[in-house]
């Protein structure tokens, strides 16, 4: 197949052009080249910034389109006007879906407002409004809270610091909210087996467990082989939440992920995931 990236630069991007390149595909990669520009002779890399438009991309046709970075309805709306494809795959979030009365989510609950996320959530929500009215061949995947090496959101190395250093760990509201996670190299997995099939629609990526915050911190205390120091912050309960404080919000955020792994998807265990990622990168970083 020939696939075009757009973004892809950290993160899960490297991750999944590795899964790609398994398969032998031809992978443009266009993004700014800020961060990672250098992928190999295996790799048609074109610097660009997708705001500017995709003149740089002369190719008649993609098999495949990737969007790893549309965060606006409008750059969703260029790349579909401006791009030549078969199939369209946007990488969104489980954040995108309205405040939920009921969980787990399910792909059938309705998208809207959840004021937790903010412009991210509208901003997503309408990039997939663009989607489902451009009537064209496109599928739409949904990760949860993503977690891995070289994460970008202050994650499990703000917490891993916390305990190797015996600081007081602030968990918002009484740290109960029951939340799930994923790690990067299962969403690559997923990304990579939906463009290959060229599946339609939407499609939560989510583990199989569902934890608490509270438990979350002591399971990666358990980890590092130290307890650590739970405090709470009773104010900064639910969309009070103070990202510098602890970086998941005490409200509740599951998702039902039985669509992916009737395609075959496993998503890594929790625990196996953390001490893997935690042995061979974050021991490293704190």
Same mark, same amino acid.
């Given at each position: 197949?020939?696939?075009? +990236?757009?973004? /892809?630069?950290?993160?899960?991007? =490297?991750?999944?052009?590795?899964?790609?390149?398994?398969?032998?595909?031809?992978?443009? +990669?266009?993004?700014? /080249?800020?961060?990672?520009? #250098?992928?190999?002779?295996?790799?048609?890399?074109?610097?660009?910034?997708?705001?500017?438009?995709?003149?740089?991309?002369?190719?008649?046709?993609?098999?495949?389109?990737?969007?790893?970075?549309?965060?606006?309805?409008? $750059?969703?709306?260029?790349?579909?006007?401006? *791009?030549?494809?078969?199939?369209?795959?946007?990488?969104?979030?489980?954040?995108?879906?309205?405040?939920?009365? #009921?969980?787990?989510?399910?792909?059938?609950?309705?998208?809207?407002?959840?004021?937790?996320?903010?412009?991210?959530?509208?901003?997503?929500?309408?990039?997939?409004?663009?989607?489902?009215?451009?009537?064209?061949?496109?599928?739409?995947?949904?990760?949860?809270?993503? *977690?891995? =090496?070289?994460?970008?959101?202050?994650?499990?190395?703000?917490?891993?610091?916390?305990?190797?250093?015996?600081?007081?760990?602030?968990?918002?509201?009484?740290?109960?909210?029951?939340?799930?996670?994923?790690? %990067?190299?299962?969403? %690559?997995?997923?990304? %990579?087996?939906? %463009?290959?099939?060229?599946?339609?629609?939407?499609?939560?990526?989510?583990?199989?467990?569902? +934890?608490?915050?509270?438990?979350?911190?002591?399971?990666?205390?358990? +980890?590092?082989?130290?307890?650590?120091?739970?405090?709470?912050? =009773?104010?900064?309960?639910?969309? #009070?939440?103070?990202?510098?404080?602890?970086?998941?919000?005490? $409200?509740?955020?599951?998702?039902?992920?039985?669509?992916?792994?009737? *395609?075959?998807?496993?998503?890594? $265990?929790?625990?196996?995931?953390?001490?893997?990622?935690?042995?061979?990168?974050?021991?490293?970083?704190?």
């Amino acid at each position: 197949m020939d696939i075009l +990236i757009i973004g /892809g630069s950290r993160f899960i991007g =490297p991750i999944l052009v590795d899964e790609l390149l398994k398969n032998n595909h031809q992978i443009t +990669i266009f993004n700014r /080249g800020n961060i990672k520009s #250098n992928y190999g002779e295996r790799i048609n890399f074109i610097k660009g910034d997708r705001n500017d438009g995709f003149r740089k991309l002369r190719k008649p046709i993609f098999d495949a389109v990737i969007d790893m970075c549309a965060y606006l309805s409008e $750059q969703t709306k260029a790349a579909i006007d401006q *791009l030549s494809f078969d199939f369209f795959l946007n990488v969104g979030t489980a954040a995108s879906y309205n405040m939920p009365q #009921n969980l787990p989510l399910t792909e059938k609950s309705p998208l809207g407002d959840w004021s937790l996320w903010g412009d991210y959530n509208k901003g997503k929500v309408g990039c997939e409004k663009v989607l489902r009215e451009s009537r064209i061949k496109f599928a739409t995947i949904r990760p949860v809270y993503v *977690l891995g =090496p070289k994460n970008y959101v202050d994650r499990e190395h703000f917490i891993y610091s916390k305990i190797k250093n015996q600081e007081p760990i602030l968990i918002p509201g009484d740290g109960q909210a029951l939340v799930q996670f994923v790690f %990067a190299k299962d969403v %690559a997995k997923s990304i %990579a087996l939906l %463009a290959e099939g060229k599946k339609t629609g939407a499609f939560n990526c989510a583990g199989d467990e569902i +934890i608490s915050l509270v438990d979350l911190v002591n399971e990666m205390g358990k +980890i590092v082989g130290k307890k650590p120091i739970i405090k709470f912050n =009773p104010d900064a309960d639910g969309e #009070n939440f103070k990202e510098g404080e602890f970086p998941f919000a005490n $409200q509740s955020f599951f998702c039902s992920n039985k669509k992916l792994k009737k *395609l075959g998807i496993e998503p890594t $265990q929790l625990t196996k995931g953390l001490k893997e990622n935690y042995e061979n990168y974050y021991k490293y970083m704190i």
